[in-house]
């Protein structure tokens, strides 16, 4: 079975983004993209809530064609055209998307059925709202955090919603020079 691993920015008191939405605080830097590069070429599916998703299309798609493109401007527009999108909206209409599903309702029905095709890792993205829901029905199987050193104080929380402990097991982690540090948590099931 296919895993849900949530990727996310986080503050070092769990906040996921300012109270207005801002994530002017999140360290990032060629050697995060380097080492994100590398782990993301391992999904072969993206998932995103509605918001992310807008955002994403309207960099992605064209990036690596922008006379300033970066290398891994280029390398993450590459992945993003290939990867199949997989997008959690009650909104967004499927006609003309190309490469995406839409999942619009029955959740942890679609997100089972989702986990069960061939593929490797599906991997969230930000979409903080499509975090909850999924907490909501036990459907993420590890966490791949980047705790940025700063405390906000407010914000929008990463774990928030969902009624029973989740219980983790830390996997790996890795400290940036910028003094990012990621933690790699699975979630423990037993």
């Given at each position: 079975?296919?895993?849900?691993?949530?990727?996310?920015?986080?503050?070092?008191?769990?906040?996921?983004?300012?109270?207005?939405?801002?994530?002017?605080?999140?360290k990032v830097d060629e050697e995060i993209f380097?080492?994100?590069?590398?782990?993301?070429?391992?999904?072969?599916?993206?998932?995103?809530?509605?918001v992310t998703y807008q955002m994403m299309e309207?960099?992605?798609?064209?990036?690596?064609?922008?006379?300033?493109?970066?290398?891994?401007?280029?390398?993450?527009?590459?992945?993003?055209?290939?990867?199949?999108?997989?997008?959690?909206?009650?909104?967004?209409?499927?006609?003309?998307?190309?490469?995406?599903?839409?999942?619009?309702?029955?959740?942890?029905?679609?997100?089972?059925?989702?986990?069960?095709?061939?593929?490797?890792?599906?991997?969230?993205?930000?979409?903080?709202?499509?975090?909850?829901a999924l907490m909501q029905h036990n459907l993420?199987?590890?966490?791949?955090?980047?705790?940025?050193?700063?405390?906000?104080?407010?914000?929008?929380?990463?774990?928030?919603?969902?009624?029973?402990?989740?219980?983790?097991?830390?996997?790996?982690?890795?400290?940036?020079?910028?003094?990012?540090?990621?933690?790699?948590?699975?979630?423990?099931?037993?």
């Open positions: 079975m296919r895993k849900i691993i949530s990727f996310m920015h986080v503050s070092l008191d769990g906040f996921v983004s300012g109270p207005n939405g801002e994530m002017d605080w999140i380097d080492y994100v590069g590398k782990r993301i070429s391992e999904g072969d599916t993206a998932l995103y809530g509605r309207s960099y992605w798609p064209t990036a690596a064609d922008m006379p300033t493109a970066t290398r891994h401007d280029i390398e993450h527009s590459k992945w993003y055209s290939k990867v199949q999108k997989v997008v959690l909206s009650k909104t967004i209409q499927v006609e003309g998307l190309a490469n995406t599903k839409i999942i619009s309702d029955n959740l942890s029905e679609s997100i089972n059925d989702l986990k069960q095709q061939a593929g490797r890792e599906i991997l969230l993205f930000g979409s903080p709202t499509a975090t909850h993420i199987d590890g966490y791949w955090l980047f705790v940025n050193p700063i405390i906000l104080g407010q914000g929008v929380p990463l774990f928030t919603g969902f009624k029973d402990k989740i219980k983790l097991k830390l996997s790996d982690t890795h400290q940036f020079t910028s003094g990012v540090t990621e933690l790699n948590y699975f979630v423990d099931r037993q």
